[in-house]
């Protein structure tokens, strides 16, 4: 049984740096790409970043870049979205997705598993 649990979302001033983290069980880590995506109040669930099974390859939605970063730690079937400059607009719950295919992909449709999600707040 596939399981993907994610942490660290909370409620964060405008400014702040938020770490969350996804850790898998249930399969084969190292040979799945990995993924975070977002759902705000009353919004269609969008893409965020990236993660190629080696760590080599990563992709961001241009409202991050730069300000979120993605990583992996295969050993420990965990990967990684660090927050840093939040803004009220990254509230929303993220979700860590876990997908077979091969290559980068921002089509929520890619991914096979998915974890229930950790809520972010960013007051202003």
């Known amino acids: 049984q596939v399981q993907l649990v994610e942490s660290g979302g909370g409620l964060v001033q405008a400014g702040g740096s938020l770490r969350l983290s996804c850790v898998a069980s249930g399969l084969s880590f190292s040979a799945y790409s990995m993924a975070w995506f977002r759902q705000a109040p009353g919004k269609e669930r969008e893409f965020v970043a990236a993660?190629?099974?080696?760590?080599?390859?990563?992709d961001y939605a241009d409202s991050v870049k730069g300000r979120f970063t993605i990583s992996r730690d295969n050993a420990k079937n965990t990967v990684y979205l660090q927050m840093n400059s939040l803004n009220a607009e990254d509230t929303a719950v993220y979700y860590c997705?876990?997908?077979?295919?091969?290559?980068?992909?921002?089509?929520?449709?890619?991914?096979?598993?998915w974890g229930q999600g950790t809520q972010v707040t960013v007051s202003s």
């Open positions: 993660i190629k099974w080696s760590g080599g390859r990563t």
């Open positions: 997705a876990a997908g077979a295919a091969a290559g980068l992909h921002r089509n929520s449709q890619m991914y096979n598993h």
